[in-house]
C-alpha cells in the first residue's frame, strides 16, 4: 500500500484530531457518503495516510460528489460544535485554533453556535495578530450579534429535516483543495476528502467553503447536492455569511492580506 505522511509539532498542529475527523467523516461511506482519505496511523507528530493518485476532475464525478456529500452531511452530530469520536480539542494551525465544543457548553442554535466559536473566536485572534483594529472589528461584532439572536439561522438541507437531525456532520474546511479527485477507478464517487476540520455545523458552511477560491465543477456539485438533499430557501443569500468564518481565519493566520475581503463578506449581514 502506498501512503502518504503529514508531520507535525504538538501545539502548532492537530494530527490526532485530523485522523479522527477522518475518521467520523469516513462512517458515512457505507451510507453512501463521501469517501475520505484511509488514515493509516496518526500521533502527535505523523499522520499517515494511504496515498491518492490525483486524477482529473469531470462534470458527472463532480455530480456524484455532491449526491454523496449530502449523505455525509446527513450523518449528524450530536451537538453544535461537537467534536468527532475519539477527539475533544480544537484544530491547530501555527498559532491559530478552530475550536470544537465540549456538549456542556452546546449552543441552543447555529445562529449563537457560529457567532461565538467562529466569528468571534477568529476576531479575537485576527485582532491579536494586528489583522484589523477595534473599529474594523466592531463590524464583525454586529454581525455575530446578529447571528446570536438567530437573523440567520435556517433549516438544514431536505435529507437532514427528514431524518429529524438539526446538526450536519460537515468536514470544516472544504475549500476545493482539500476535495480531491482521485484516479482510482475503484473510487465509486471519483473524489476524496482531505484534510478536515470537522465538527457539527450547517451543510451549507461546506458548500459554502467550496465556492470560496473557486471549485471545478461547483456548479455540478450544488446542484446534484440540491437534487438530493434539498437546500432551504434562500441559501445563495447566506453564501458570503458562512465564508466569513474562513475569511476571518486567514486573517488571524496571514494578517491584512484578508482584511478587506473579509469586511466586504461582513457588511451585507451588520
Known sequence: MDTFMKRGTPGTSSLVGEAAALRWLGQAEAAGGMPVAHVVSADDFTLVEQRVFAGPASAQAAERVGAALAVTHAAGAAWWGAPPDGWEGGYRIAAS???????????????????????????????????????EAALFERVAGRLADGDFDAPQPGLLVRAGMPVARI?????????????????????????????????????????????QYLDRIIAAYNEASPLADGWRDRVLLHQLAPLLHHCALFGRGYTQRALAAARPYA
Do not use: K
Not at 103 to 132: C, K
Open 97 to 135: 485554533i478552530t475550536p470544537t465544543v465540549a456538549e456542556a457548553d452546546a449552543p441552543r442554535s447555529w445562529g449563537a453556535f457560529f457567532a461565538e466559536w467562529r466569528v468571534m473566536s477568529y476576531v479575537r485572534q485576527a485582532l491579536d495578530a494586528g489583522a484589523f483594529g477595534r473599529e
Open 171 to 215: 468536514h470544516g474546511d472544504l475549500w476545493s483543495g482539500n476535495l480531491l479527485w482521485d484516479a482510482d477507478p475503484g473510487n465509486r464517487v471519483g473524489a476524496v476528502l482531505i484534510d478536515p476540520m470537522a465538527h457539527g455545523g450547517h451543510a451549507e458552511t461546506d458548500l459554502a467553503m467550496l465556492a470560496l477560491f473557486g471549485c
